[in-house]
């Protein structure tokens, strides 16, 4: 379900009347970026850095955002007005355009989405996710592209088998979730891995966090690392910091919200906050 | 460029006029399966070919194609029927849908569009393509997603560096083109790849030839191997048999169109003309 009303190409329509031809290129050939940002109590957190990497993931794929960002900014805060949704999540969402041969970059659309949010921050869940490791590597994981064949194909298998989600690993070594950051507490060293990830903006405020007792680093590691991990959680826009419970049945920890998960969220509250 | 009419799930509509909801799950994670058959003097080609891995596709992405074959055949006669193009070719695409969370698999649509072909069969092209070989193993490869995301990234690059198409490699052994299967033709055996490709219609009937003096096999080869090919070509619904001249500009053979590939070429044509 999306809010009331629609960006397309910086023209506000309404939800039902938001249409793209059947020409568009993300309809033919998955063609397309998107970043994707929170709004609490009428504030977007971190605009800038996703606008920094929205920008950047057209540029590496060759498409023209069209639009500056004061531009962007301004058809934001229209969309915002009147959809009335002060806590929401907004899609910037950019595809390869109408080609004129079903394969050749068109002129690309722009559409901008609002979706409500439901804030539970009471609500803590004690218990974590449950994994299942999946030996993939994601094409251009460096850009946020549309591009999740195998995350949405695995979705009812996940269902089906009392998973949460998906954690990607490369032969072994971790990567990420499909749609979040992936982290352990090993030691005295708060991990996640380096390469073959999308960057995401969660995580790179976490990176820049001091926590007492702790370094916290990017470095690849695998699944063998999970075994002396006393905690294990992900890092999204979505979920800030969330505990991981278990992989592939085997518990991290205790299975429950450890101390350094709980910490790192309320820094990332505190932040969010601060905006 | 498209044709008059579109059929949208089974209804008729103008092309001006075809249009899906921004929702749909193609728009926001590429998630879609499609494929593309040949119309030649008004009679479809290898059509129920291209029915049995349309629906294959769809199984294997867990997507309900929602028509029989019956109702598929009814509604593509009427298309052809209203758009009155005798040569070209048909596209069905099968999308994930409008998803309730913009992850979820909604209910999908099915989308058929008819392109103009302007069929030159006389127009033989003596020099044939020039392919840039590039190390990238599609995701999913057997199944006919619209995962083009690679191959649309660099069709800038390919046409600004003279080349004309790509041929991937997975750490040096040949698997396919974006588009169409590859040949060589090293000694008494014409060569295709075996695994993780894309199995084309047309490729699955070129071995099924019986050509003289040749072996026709599928078997995975490598890039050194193209060192002793007299000849290499690409298969595909648009292409029939299309003579490759070079990769990464180093000539294959003389760099015209062989014998080989002149003699598929034309059991192709004698094989579509009994259709």
């Known amino acids: 379900m999306t809010a ?22 993300a309809m033919h050939r998955g063609y397309g970026i998107f970043d994707y940002f929170k709004v609490v109590d009428g504030r977007p957190v971190f605009m800038d850095d996703h606008f920094n990497r929205f920008y950047n993931s057209a540029k590496e794929m060759h498409l023209d955002v ?26 910037l969402l950019l595809t390869g ?42 094409q251009l994981p460096s850009i946020k592209t549309i591009d999740y064949l195998m995350a949405v194909r ?49 995580r790179s405020k976490v990176l820049g966090f001091d926590i007492d007792g702790y370094t916290v680093v990017e470095r690849d590691f695998t699944l063998h690392d999970l075994a002396n991990a006393q905690e294990a959680f992900i890092t999204s ?22 101390p350094v998960t709980k910490r790192i969220k309320n820094m990332l509250l505190e932040l969010i906050n601060a905006e």
Not at 4 to 25: C, E, F, P, R, T
Not at 76 to 84: A, R, T
Not at 169 to 193: D, K, M
């Open 4 to 25: 009331k009303y629609v960006s397309i190409n910086n023209n506000m329509v309404l939800a039902a009347d938001a249409k793209v031809g059947v020409g568009d290129l």
């Open 66 to 91: 069209m639009f500056t960002r004061a531009e962007l900014k301004k058809s934001i805060n229209e969309l915002m007005e009147n959809n009335n949704m002060p806590n929401s999540g907004i899609k």
């Open 97 to 138: 355009g109408y080609s004129e041969d079903g394969y050749k970059m068109g002129k690309p659309n722009l559409i901008i989405l609002q979706y409500p949010l439901d804030f539970k921050e009471g609500n803590e869940r004690e218990t974590g996710l449950k994994l299942a490791a999946i030996s993939h590597q994601r």
């Open 154 to 202: 695995l979705h009812p298998f996940m269902k089906e088998n009392g998973f949460d989600d998906v954690l990607y690993h490369n032969n072994g070594t971790i990567t990420e979730c499909p749609r979040a950051n992936f982290w352990i507490v090993s030691g005295s060293e708060i991990i996640t891995a380096a390469s073959n990830i999308l960057r995401g903006i969660t």
């Open 237 to 258: 826009t979505t979920q800030y910091a969330y505990p991981v419970a278990a992989i592939d049945g085997r518990m991290i920890g205790d299975g429950k919200i450890g």
